[in-house]
């Protein structure tokens, strides 16, 4: 069983105003992922790394940006939330296994922007 | 690019009844093939995936999905539906070679009592 978490869980904020979404994990994997998920869509991938100090740019265009300091720890932050920042954020982390490696996400934070 | 395709949406079914959730992806090279499903207010959860070998996948809760490469498909079953499968479905592929996964748009399975 995989451990990963996030937090908040929920979190409602006015615009403008800075953010930091946490995510973390147990299992030491050396690759993690943050994908936005709007209600009735697709998940689609904003930030990845794949290892410390190490962070790519996803397939979908986002203003929000990531570190990567710590193996288990993988932050995204938004410097100033506008209401099309409003979404559903799920981190996810793998282990290099070879062919086909899985994906764990964590619960995901429902972000509202007001 | 690689793409997924979920036919359908919404798909409802009466509990006992077959389940079935199609997946179509679009590559020349047959990729890595996964379900994952989605709990209200919770993550995904790896139902099963298909790399090489058997092209017939059992995973968990009773499902299992056939990846038939004539048809670029990997289509989800259940031979009977329980009131706990109700959550959203996602099939996603992985090209081989890459790490990235590619999502479609996913299926919200509803059970009818």
């Known amino acids: 069983e995989a451990d990963i978490y996030q937090t908040p869980r929920y979190l409602v904020i006015g615009t403008g105003k800075k953010i930091t979404l946490e995510c973390s994990q147990t299992?030491?994997?050396?690759?993690m992922y943050w994908y936005q998920q709007d209600p009735g869509m697709e998940l689609h991938l904003i930030h990845y790394?794949?290892?410390?100090?190490?962070?790519e740019k996803g397939d979908l265009s986002s203003e929000s940006t990531v570190s990567r300091i710590r193996t288990e720890h993988f932050p995204l932050t938004l410097e100033s939330a506008r209401p099309s920042h409003t979404s559903q954020y799920l981190c996810?982390?793998?282990?290099?296994?070879?062919?086909?490696?899985?994906?764990?996400f964590g619960p995901g934070t429902r972000l509202l922007v007001l | 690019a690689q793409s997924v395709t979920q036919l359908g949406s919404h798909v409802s079914v009466s509990e006992g009844a077959l389940v079935l959730l199609r997946c179509n992806y679009s590559?020349?090279?047959?990729?890595?093939l996964f379900w994952y499903v989605q709990y209200p207010n919770q993550g995904l959860q790896l139902l099963l995936k298909?790399?090489?070998?058997?092209?017939l996948v059992k995973g968990i809760n009773g499902f299992e999905a056939e990846f038939k490469k004539s048809e670029t498909s990997f289509h989800l079953t259940k031979p009977s539906a329980h009131m706990s499968d109700a959550a959203e479905y996602f099939c996603a592929v992985s090209p081989q070679g890459a790490q990235k996964l590619v999502f479609g748009q996913g299926t919200r399975l509803t059970i009818n009592p």
């Open positions: 590559s020349s090279v047959p990729p890595y």
């Open positions: 996810a982390s793998s282990h290099p296994q070879g062919a086909g490696e899985t994906q764990y």
């Open positions: 298909y790399t090489t070998g058997a092209t």
């Open positions: 299992m030491g994997h050396d690759k």
């Open positions: 790394s794949y290892g410390v100090n190490s962070t």
